[in-house]
């Protein structure tokens, strides 16, 4: 009986905890206008359904900036939307459960920025059955799987990592006219992404600048900087990092400042951070190519809207991708996280001509 | 007179567990030797330092774990507790608040982690490996709800100082590691609280029937693991320069591999301090060699991966 | 203190011992019940001989352990004397394990009183017992294998210096005392730096019973000191428990084996399911009026 209660007492003191984090935690499901008695997208038809978008992760400003594009594009016409990510980039199947979960809902159209290939496909067959659009952004789902799935999907919307790597390539080339060595600093071998972009930074760069080495850096700051550090003594005469993404980048920036090389071996980051441009601003980062996960979110965004509104959607768009060097980086990071030039957006295009 | 009260230095050579105890300096002088013949870098003065500041963090960081291991369990918060000090650190150094208080807050939080972590499991009865297996989860989830998901960005002269200052030849970092080691080692084999806790590990009934508070020394060592693991966090911030919510994962099973490796039984009761820190200066110094040496990415963890379960082998073995 | 001396001087109670069945009690030990309707029990009536008050070193009246509604022990008054080695029989479940646990403190009685030195002691923890003296000897040796003899023997006494507000182990002093209290004992172990994991069964035992002896201690209790031990082993451990006695401790045997109660005891008490069933000076008993009172096969004539 004393068991029982205690059971009871902890079962409650459980629930009691959970709600209150309930509670805490901003509401996963918003409403977009701050307005609140406006409910409900009228501008565009009234008719919107909410949309569902899971992600990778929110541990990494990147796909924060990613669910703020979401978010904000669904403000301007009203949509509700739910933004959900995996734990970490490591939780295929926590993302997997996530979308399942949100499946049997009633969301009009998904956003999906899968892990791997491979591990949304399952429960979005479910998901495609019902007869709602599915919207692929960043990271592309596997097409094989998807075909023997039988699962279609209304757009992919994303960066081409390989051309990333070649717009660094371009501009290593640029920065050191006269070539030399270079060292790869990529995520954890094998990644796809961190594999695309230094593929294309390899096949980019000209005949007179070496790559020497690759490492593998797992994205974390720390082990960039122990890298890179390892490297410059191995290589005094390094020219050049090119870096997978920008946190490592600054780890190896880092690297740099502690034996007073900042500036000289240049360092070449993806993605665009807002601290990435800012050292780039300051001379210690020599370029960061930037990706825009604001826009990619947001066209995601808008494909879904277009989508319900009965549009057909373009098979695949290619996000912008600009390098941010010392002469546009003051406009770079005024506009963050927008893209300070103009992209091309077959989505408006769909979304205007209504 | 029966018992011979000398420990002639002879018999503890030919006594095998003598040596599974320093497989890992072993396993680190051989690998030493490999990586100076194979590049001309590996034992040069900045190298050496080099190495060593990389391993700072880990070792710190080990100790801790080899204090909750020798109780017989384990700890798999120490890697989110970093993070979470480090984000602290970062918060509070944001708002303001002084780097000292900054860091000191970072510490504490650690600290406090590693006291729920020891409450719950010796007062709540409750696995190890399932407590910190929680505030693993629990302790990244603070980081980013703390953060909001978004890395600070820390300059700050102190901490600058603290990452890249020498006294002599010899980085803070590596002052600071040292320090930690040998006070760990003196409170483990020359006080009172470190026999009762190598008992505790040992045979936790036998501690007890001699009236240990067993309860209270495993409450301890997650107390010890969890303020290190705050410490480390302080070093980390310092070392990158910025306070980032993103899991360190690597640390968490680098610290459990280095205590492995430094010929501590994860039954507890047995073992070292200086095992374990040798333990991580293997693991540094093996992907510092990889590194110099160019090693493809692909191979280094395959490297990393044979080292460690080669050193448990031999280890085994000798056992 | 003496035993002798009163320690509750209510005229009532030692009018109704000796009034009464004041064969049991020593008269200067009431009964913990005043209450008319508690009769002690017909086995502690039947027990033969009295107390040797000048002797007696611990004196259990009329203890009772009860766990919820299980009566693990019930009733038990028994006594061991100094200088003596006094063994409790029975068979398995009879409650020995939880008398023992009674008196060193592990388990706080439900009802009765243990009295040391002719003082009532109520003892909350091992602790408690250890410091008035009672060691035990469990069967599982409470020994760290990990550690060595010489930090087994100290385990949890260990001798510090003060360094301001530090302190650290005297391990040069904890050496020397071991060696010291092993050397009294004669018990021949090849080093006291050796970690306990590299003894043999027997020199196991031995460090036990040389840290139960080490400490001051006045009574012993060894739980099934030899049950795992070989027939060298055996008769090794048995020579320091009669060494033990020589010293003037008394000594606690819990033993299944007959053969040993018979050789090394002065006092046998006999337990069965709970309770007491009898208690013999050894020389006036056999093994086999024993095994009959253990079984209760001719419970009549045993008594």
Known sequence: ?354 | MTQATTSPSWERLRDPSFWADWTAAVALVLLIIGFSIASPVFLTLGNIQALLLAAAILVVLTIGQTYVILTGGIDLSVASILTLGSVVLGQAYSRGWGIGVACLLAIVTGTLVGLINGLVIAKGKITDFIVTLGSLSAASGAALVLSNGRPVQIADPFLLRLATGRLGPIGYFVILAAIVAIIAHFVLFHSRFGTHLLATGGDTEAARAMGINTDRIKITAYIISGCLAGIAGVLLTARVGAAEPASNTSFLLNSVAAVVLGGVSLFGGRGTVIGPVVGALLLTALVNGLTLLAVSQFYQPLAVGIVVVLAALLMRYQQ | MSFNEPIHRSENHRAENEAGNGSSHPDSIPPPFTDDDFLPSEAVRSIPAQPDRANVLLYIDQVSKWFGNVHAITDITIWANRGEITAIVGDNGAGKSTLIKCISGVHGPTAGQVFLDGKPVHFTSPEDARRAGIETVYQTLALCNDLTIWQNLFLNREMVNHWGPLSFLDQRAMRRRSAEMLSRLEVNIPSINARVRRLSGGQRQAVAISRAAGWGSRLVIMDEPTAALGVRETARVEELILRLRDDGLAVLLISHNFDQVMRLSNQIWVMRSGRLVGGRRTQDTSGKELVSMITGAQQEEAL
Not at chain 1, 108 to 122: A, H, K, R
Request: charged fraction near 20%.
């Open chain 1, 1 to 354: 009986m004393g068991k029982i209660r205690r059971g009871l007492g902890g079962t409650s003191l459980l629930l009691a905890v959970i709600m209150a984090i309930a509670a805490c935690a901003a509401p996963q499901r918003t409403t977009s206008d701050t307005d609140g008695d406006q409910a409900g997208g009228t501008d565009t038809g009234g008719t919107t359904q909410p949309v569902a978008a899971v992600i990778k992760g929110l541990d990494n400003p990147f796909f924060q900036t990613m669910q703020q594009g979401i978010e904000e594009q669904a403000e301007t016409t009203g949509t509700e939307v739910t933004v959900q990510a995996a734990n970490s980039l490591g939780d295929t199947t926590g993302q997997a459960d996530r979308v399942q979960t949100l499946a049997g809902q009633d969301y009009g159209c998904f956003i999906i920025n899968p892990i791997t290939q491979t591990n949304l496909v399952q429960p979005l067959v479910q998901v495609a059955n019902a007869g709602k659009y599915i919207v692929n952004i960043d990271s592309p789902i596997g097409e094989e799987a998807a075909q023997a799935a039988n699962l279609e999907i209304s757009t992919y919307i994303g960066t081409d990592n390989v051309q990333a790597g070649r717009l660094a390539a371009e501009e290593m080339a640029r920065l050191l006219p006269e070539g030399g060595d270079v060292a790869l600093i990529g995520g954890v071998a094998g990644d796809a992404t961190s594999q695309a972009r230094l593929e294309g930074f390899q096949q980019g760069i000209p005949d007179n600048i070496r790559i020497v080495q690759t490492i593998a850096a797992d994205w974390e700051r720390q082990r960039a900087l122990t890298a890179a550090g390892d490297i410059l003594r191995a290589r005094p005469d390094l020219a050049g990092f090119f870096v997978a993404n920008d946190d490592m980048g600054l780890g190896v920036v880092r690297a740099l400042a502690d034996v007073g090389r900042q500036g000289e071996v240049k360092v070449i980051s993806v993605d665009g951070l807002q601290d990435a441009i800012r050292a780039v601003q300051e001379g210690t980062l020599s370029a960061t190519v930037a990706q825009y996960p604001y826009a990619i979110g947001a066209m995601g965004m808008e494909a879904c809207q277009a989508a319900m509104a009965g549009e057909t959607l373009p098979e695949n768009v290619t996000a912008p991708v600009v390098v941010v060097n010392q002469s546009n980086a003051d406009q770079a990071l005024e506009s963050f996280p927008r893209p300070f030039a103009e992209y091309e957006d077959p989505f408006a295009d769909l979304l205007g001509q209504q």
